[in-house]
């Protein structure tokens, strides 16, 4: 489902395979433009409250660390969520993300 997500979404411009850039393997090169995505296909609306805020403080830090190596390699860089709810919890800990519903 991931993949398929990463594949399609954006689109990728290299289905079936990650884009490897300045160390970092991200899901997809967005066709047409200099951008970077990061898909997240977490069932985050099934987690409990603690299970919500451990997986966004974590994610968030790694969001973070993938958007600086993107942007130093001249990218833009965006977090694809299946959801509302996992997009409105990366965002409180940092409203600087780019970050879509993608539904998958």
Known sequence: M??????TFPPN???GKDVFING???DALQVGANVLWEIKTDR???YSDFLKERV???QVVELQRERELARACGYDFVVGVSNAGHR????ELDEGL???VTGC
């Open 2 to 7: 991931h993949d398929t997500c990463a594949d």
């Open 13 to 15: 411009r290299f289905p």
């Open 24 to 26: 970092k393997r991200f």
């Open 44 to 46: 985050f609306d099934g």
């Open 56 to 58: 966004s403080k974590t």
């Open 88 to 91: 409105l919890a990366l965002l």
């Open 98 to 100: 780019k970050i879509v």
